[in-house]
């Protein structure tokens, strides 16, 4: 069974500052990992998706690698602002027979950037 | 347009209520998803649809009853529900089953209270 855990879960930083969420997963077969934003009682909206072939994803300052083997994904947000504060997740995509993508999340990491 | 609508926003029912959330998309998805999210908890799973056809089931009690009447809605039938059911329900829809570069788009949620 996937499992997927995210490091840190609450995060709090100064405005400006880089910094690197992480994500780590237990079965290597999987299709891509996706990561999310979620703010306060609110859907999720889609940040990056990278496929398994895929080393890296560059949005805005969002940059989102993946090492497959080692089951694991950073997300780097340059130059933090306080409209960044939100719940991050990662999510990755696995194989089954059916239809559709299997999504397993990870238990998020609450961001908060202070001015 | 990469927009999923789910409506009602906030719904609050009875445990002998019968209700029905929906959810619309209009991107030319052919897998659609349930998933329900606690509190501070990341989304589970429930459903999955592909070509209008049921994939998955995670073992949801059959109080919870969907539906995909076209290739554009989701429904979710709720019958004698609990107060443990109370959470935010998710739709998510994306374009492809089991591809690498399918992305999930997630609605804005239905925050459900059952009293």
């Known amino acids: 069974k996937q499992e997927v855990t995210q490091i840190p879960a609450a995060l709090s930083v100064p405005e400006g500052e880089n910094l690197v969420l992480n994500c780590s997963f237990t079965?290597?077969?999987?299709?891509?990992l996706q990561w999310f934003r979620q703010d306060p009682g609110k859907g999720l909206t889609s940040l990056l998706l990278?496929?398994?072939?895929?080393r890296e994803q560059t949005s805005g300052r969002l940059n989102a690698s993946l090492d497959k083997s080692s089951g694991r994904s950073t997300l780097y947000i340059a130059a933090s602002q306080p409209g960044d504060s939100a719940t991050y997740l990662c999510?990755?995509?696995?194989?089954?027979?059916?239809?559709?993508?299997?999504?397993?999340f990870g238990t998020g990491t609450q961001l908060k950037v202070e001015l | 347009d990469t927009e999923v609508t789910q409506t009602p926003k906030h719904l609050v029912m009875g445990m002998t209520n019968k209700k029905s959330l929906k959810c619309e998309q209009h991107?030319?998805?052919?897998?659609m998803y349930w998933y329900k999210q606690k509190a501070k908890k990341p989304p589970e799973l429930m459903f999955v649809?592909?070509?209008?056809?049921?994939?998955i089931n995670e073992s949801v009690p059959s109080r919870f009853s969907p539906e995909c009447p076209n290739s554009s809605l989701l429904n979710l039938h709720l019958h004698a529900l609990q107060p443990e059911d109370s959470a935010l329900y998710l739709c998510?829809?994306?374009?492809?089953?089991?591809?690498?570069?399918?992305?999930?788009?997630f609605g804005q949620g239905t925050r459900l209270t059952v009293v």
């Open positions: 649809y592909s070509y209008e056809k049921l994939s």
């Open positions: 998510a829809s994306s374009q492809k089953q089991g591809s690498l570069n399918t992305e999930a788009f």
């Open positions: 079965d290597s077969a999987i299709y891509n």
């Open positions: 999510a990755v995509s696995g194989f089954f027979t059916g239809g559709g993508n299997k999504l397993t």
């Open positions: 990278i496929q398994s072939s895929q």
């Open positions: 991107m030319g998805h052919r897998a």
